[in-house]
């Protein structure tokens, strides 16, 4: 099956990416081998793309660094929350192994925080340790792209 509009979007320099989500908010697309063999099913467009979430990955991927691998090139963009969709640091999963991983297979594409403030923005930031964990974010990212770089 082709994407008819994959011509298009190749042309102009487009690419789409597609989210998994976790079985409770989606039927389908759920994990990275759903997203692997979707992208089988429509003949791997190279302007086709996954964004993974590591919420839901943490709810239906069961090894990060397995999810990671098998998306291998087609992994173009990084959701980053923690469990219940807290800052990193601020719940159960391991950033530094997703980091690791990350670098190990050579991700050199988009990267974003996806977390919830509650009870509102400012106490999130004022409470939750917004800063320092965005301040780890950041350094872990610098080495990933000056990682790419060298």
């Known amino acids: ?8 979007w190749h042309a102009h320099g487009v ?6 989500l ?3 908010e989606a039927e389908h697309l759920n994990s990275a081998e759903d997203m692997m063999q979707f992208l089988d099913l429509i003949g791997s467009p190279p302007q086709v793309g996954i964004l993974w979430d590591v919420f839901h990955g943490n709810i239906e991927d069961r090894d990060f660094a397995q999810a ?4 291998g090139s087609r992994l173009r963009h990084v959701h980053f929350a923690d469990s219940k969709r807290a800052f990193p ?10 980091y690791r991983q990350l670098r190990q297979s050579h ?3 988009a990267i974003s925080l996806e977390c919830l403030c509650r009870p ?3 106490t999130a930031i004022d409470e939750s340790g917004f800063y320092s964990a965005f301040a780890s ?6 080495r990933l792209i000056v990682w790419s770089l060298s």
């Open 107 to 109: 991700y050199q594409g």
């Open 22 to 24: 976790n079985r409770y």
């Open 120 to 122: 509102s923005a400012q």
């Open 15 to 20: 690419t789409l990416i597609i989210e998994a």
């Open 89 to 98: 640091g601020y719940g159960h999963l391991p950033f530094d192994d997703i």
């Open 1 to 8: 099956m082709a994407l008819p509009l994959s011509g298009l």
């Open 137 to 142: 974010i950041v350094a872990h990212i610098s």
């Open 68 to 71: 990671i691998a098998l998306m």
